[in-house]
């Protein structure tokens, strides 16, 4: 079956610096998905992308499909961005990396 | 407007027992699927239901069943409750597939299941 990996698997930051976190992924998928998961377990899905470059804000991702990889990039980072997040491929269901865990220190 | 709402939000089960979670799906929405996420991991996909039927399932035994209701809502059902089946348990639900083609899933806050 379809591989999704992240990396790095934790990162930890002060508050106000960038980060990149990338997924690779083992096979053609239909689309891709960025969640944020917060210490309290309520996930939110930031980005469906399943090529391209969207923005929101402070985030943005990058999805490379013939190159089966996709990036999050964070700036300006704050403590609220703490938390696990998560890049999730559509093949006939969803499969999920183990994801990257972010701590912001202030 | 109201998203995607789980219950319990926790609960304690003793070995053997058998539980069920319930979830209400953002309006307008009418796929739901379920997830179980133990610590430390991503979601692992359980299954999913769309006009009250099981459509798609995950690697999980039998002991885990579901059901969709008429206004869309859905119970997971677990038998015989392992310790290994500690661990959140997470409700999507999806916008109607005539929409869009974009299976872009929107979580409820879960409910957290401890098995002693």
């Known amino acids: 079956g379809i591989q999704v990996e992240q990396s790095p698997p934790d990162l930890i930051l002060q508050e106000g610096a960038n980060s990149t976190l990338r997924c690779n992924f083992s096979?053609?998928?239909?689309?891709l998905q960025w969640f944020h998961q917060n210490p309290w377990g309520q996930l939110i899905n930031l980005f469906y992308i399943p090529s391209g470059t969207k923005q929101n804000g402070r985030l943005s991702a990058t999805t490379v499909a013939t190159e089966r990889y996709s990036l999050l990039y964070i700036s300006s980072s704050q403590t609220t961005d703490s938390g696990v997040y998560f890049c999730a491929v559509h093949a006939y269901q969803l499969i999920w990396g183990a994801g990257t865990k972010l701590i912001i220190k202030p | 407007d109201a998203g995607v709402t789980q219950s319990p939000t926790h609960l304690i089960k003793t070995r053997g027992q058998q539980v069920t979670l319930r979830c209400s799906p953002k309006?307008?929405?009418?796929?739901v699927s379920w997830y179980q996420q133990a610590l430390g991991q991503g979601p692992q996909f359980i299954f999913q239901y769309y006009e009250e039927e099981e459509r798609q399932r995950g690697n999980f035994p039998d002991r885990f069943s579901g059901h969709q209701f008429p206004n869309y809502s859905s119970e997971l059902n677990v038998n015989a409750l392992l310790l290994g089946d500690s661990a959140l348990y997470l409700c999507?639900?999806?916008?109607?597939?005539?929409?869009?083609?974009?299976?872009?899933?929107?979580f409820g806050a879960g409910s957290r299941l401890t098995v002693l």
């Open positions: 309006s307008g929405h009418d796929t």
């Open positions: 096979d053609s998928v239909n689309n």
């Open positions: 999507a639900s999806i916008q109607p597939r005539r929409a869009s083609g974009a299976n872009v899933l929107t």
